[in-house]
Structures are given as C-alpha cells and as structure tokens.
Nanobody, 127 residues
Framework: QVHLVESGGGLVQAGGSLRLSCLAD??????????MGWFRQPPGREREFVAA????????RYADSVEGRFAIFRDNAKNTEDLQMDSLQPEDTAIYSC??????????????????WGQGTQVTVSS
C-alpha cells in the first residue's frame, strides 16, 4: 500500500520549465517497490499517459508528445518520483497525476486493479 502526494504544479509561460514531484509514502523509510508514472488530463479530454519508470530507475517510457522535452526520475532513498518538464507549451496544460503500479508495463495502462493515484496537481502554460 502506498499514499501518493504531488507537488510543484503552477503557472508558467510557454517555453518555460517546471518540475513536478511525487512523494510515495509506503510507511517505511527508503522503500518503494512500485513502478511509477505520470498521467495528465487536459481540459475537456481523457486522461493520457505521459511517462513511466520501473522500480529500479533503469527503464523509462515516454509518450510521443513529450519525448525529448520531459524527463522522469526517481530517488528511492527519498521515496520521490520527479517529472522535469522543459519547453512547455499551452497544449501541456492539464492536471498531472502521479501513479504507482506493479510493473512498468501495467503502470502505462489507463488504470488497473492494483493502481494507486495521487490527487493531481494543476499545470497551466500560458502563451
């Protein structure tokens, strides 16, 4: 079981950068066995996959729309997962949610039986 809390959302101008962070509280220090990911839901649209990373931080996946601009990291010593977002555009405006699941494959799915979600954080990119 894990409790996820996002932070770092806000307002930024087009071309700017923002870094999101997700704290994965497992109730144990320096312990997070889950694959982690980020999803986003733009206004009026379905929630979509953004990025994912396996439990050891050795394998990552990105949506085509963010490849080359976003980077996902995790620090298991701190129980955190970060999403560095560069060259932000208005199309990136969305509620961004942290996710945890059993494997890299399953955390990329829209949802699963074992999915954990954070509450989400708003990212707004102005022109």
């Amino acid at each position: 079981q894990v409790h996820l809390v996002e932070s770092g959302g806000g307002l930024v101008q087009a071309g700017g950068s923002l870094r999101l962070s997700c704290l994965a509280d497992t109730g144990r220090p320096n312990y997070n066995p889950y694959a982690m990911g980020w999803f986003r839901q733009p206004p009026g649209r379905e929630r979509e996959f953004v990025a994912a990373i396996d439990w050891g931080g050795t394998s990552v996946r990105y949506a085509d729309s963010v490849e080359g601009r976003f980077a996902i990291f995790r620090d298991n010593a701190k129980n955190t997962e970060d999403l560095q977002m560069d060259s932000l555009q208005p199309e990136d405006t969305a509620i961004y949610s942290c996710a945890a699941d059993d494997t890299l494959r399953t955390v990329e799915l829209p949802t699963t039986e074992g999915r954990y979600w954070g509450q989400g954080t708003q990212v707004t990119v102005s022109s």
